[in-house]
Structures are given as structure tokens and as C-alpha cells.
T-cell receptor, first 115, second 113 residues
Framework: AQKVTQAQTEISVVEKEDVTLDCVYETRDTTYYLFWYKQPPSGELVFLIRRNSFDEQNEISGRYSWNFQKSTSSFNFTITASQVVDSAVYFCALSGNTNAGKSTFGDGTTLTVKP | DTAVSQTPKYLVTQMGNDKSIKCEQNLGHDTMYWYKQDSKKFLKIMFSYNNKELIINETVPNRFSPKSPDKAHLNLHINSLELGDSAVYFC????????????FGQGTRLTVV
């Protein structure tokens, strides 16, 4: 069975603060993928990043960075110098090599960035 | 060009009616999905099709019947709609072997009254 836990239900920050969204996962698959998606107030689901289980290298894309640690089964997402446009629900998801591409989603973290 | 498109975007209907949601993807992906997002924003997979074949059916009531006429289309038909079916339904596609991230349609907000 696969499980993704996003313990933070809601986070509120003031613009320009840094914020980290936590994601912890469980899987028995030896090969798996982790993802982050963003769902802004307009409702669409936007893919942000994919990591595979063999690649623990952290990634930075502009103000976004991701920290993947297999030892703690975590795949955390940090937004640096947050902006109002970052306000959204963020989902962490997991897909294993034994379940035909099915992704298990965490319950989401609602991030509110106040001006 | 829209990669994954689903119609309609909004659907309001009465209990007991039958309705369909259509989905098309032009990404050349082999696998398509239907996800349901409830009022608490929880996302759960309903069905997955690979090359027109059903491969995942996540204990969804049999009032929900997906149909895949070809690998670019996956439609969802719902019979005898109930109040609890009200949700946002997302279609998605991916290529599990090489690009497993899902690309989602814009969602269909179904309201059953």
C-alpha cells in the first residue's frame, strides 16, 4: 500500500517569508516517483516537479526548491520569498512501478500568502 | 493547444439523472485517468485506462462507467446521480514508463441538486 502524508493542512505567511511544505511517504515499491502539484484558486492542477527514487539530488527552480531524502521518506518543498500568487493548495503525490501509473495524493496543504 | 481537455466545465443536474463528461488528450499518452476531488479537496483516483483497456477500478459504484473509444479519449458516464456525487472530476493522462507525471484537464464541477 502507498501513503502520502502532508501533515500541514493550512499555512499562512506574509509575503517575502520563506515557507516549507512537508511531505512524508510510504511505499514498498523499489522504484517510485514523487511529485508536487499546485492547485491555485482557479482550480486547475498544475504539475511542478517529478523525482524518481534513484535521484536524491535536490532541485532548485527559481524561488522553488525541493529536498528529497530517502532516509526519512520525505520530499519537502520550499518556497523562498513567497508571493501572493503562490497562494494555492499544494499536493504531494507518489507513483510506484507496480501500480500502472496510479498516483496516490496527499490531502494537500493550503498555503495563503498575505500581502 | 490544450493538452487535456474535458467538457463540460460545469454541470448542474437533478438527482436521478444520467450525465456524461468527455475527456480528450493530445499528448500521445497511453494512459488516462479519472480522479474525483471532494469538497475537502481530497483527490482520489477512480479509474485508469491504458490503451483503451481498464487497468484500475478503485471500488467506484457501478453507476460510474468509463468508456475509452480510443487511447486519446476517456469519457465518464454516471447513471442515477446522487447528491453525494457532487464533486470536481478531473481527467488526466500520463506515460507511466517515461513520464509518469499526470497532466490534468481543467476539471468538471458537478453539482447534483
Amino acid at each position: 500500500a502507498q501513503k502520502v502524508t502532508q501533515a500541514q493542512t493550512e499555512i499562512s505567511v506574509v509575503e517575502k517569508e520563506d515557507v516549507t511544505l512537508d511531505c512524508v511517504y510510504e511505499t514498498r515499491d523499489t522504484t517510485y516517483y514523487l511529485f508536487w502539484y499546485k492547485q491555485p484558486p482557479s482550480g486547475e492542477l498544475v504539475f511542478l516537479i517529478r523525482r524518481n527514487s534513484f535521484d536524491e539530488q535536490n532541485e532548485i527552480s527559481g524561488r522553488y526548491s525541493w529536498n528529497f531524502q530517502k532516509s526519512t521518506s520525505s520530499f519537502n518543498f520550499t518556497i523562498t520569498a513567497s508571493q501572493v500568487v503562490d497562494s494555492a493548495v499544494y499536493f504531494c503525490a507518489l507513483s510506484g512501478n507496480t501500480n500502472a501509473g496510479k498516483s496516490t495524493f496527499g490531502d494537500g496543504t493550503t498555503l495563503t500568502v498575505k500581502p | 493547444d490544450t493538452a487535456v481537455s474535458q467538457t463540460p466545465k460545469y454541470l448542474v443536474t437533478q438527482m436521478g439523472n444520467d450525465k456524461s463528461i468527455k475527456c480528450e488528450q493530445n499528448l500521445g499518452h497511453d494512459t488516462m485517468y479519472w480522479y474525483k476531488q471532494d469538497s475537502k479537496k481530497f483527490l482520489k483516483i477512480m479509474f485508469s485506462y491504458n490503451n483503451k483497456e481498464l487497468i484500475i477500478n478503485e471500488t467506484v459504484p457501478n453507476r460510474f462507467s468509463p468508456k475509452s473509444p480510443d487511447k486519446a479519449h476517456l469519457n465518464l458516464h454516471i447513471n442515477s446521480l446522487e447528491l453525494g456525487d457532487s464533486a470536481v472530476y478531473f481527467c488526466a493522462s500520463s506515460h507511466p514508463d517515461s513520464a509518469p507525471e499526470a497532466f490534468f484537464g481543467q476539471g468538471t464541477r458537478l453539482t447534483v441538486v
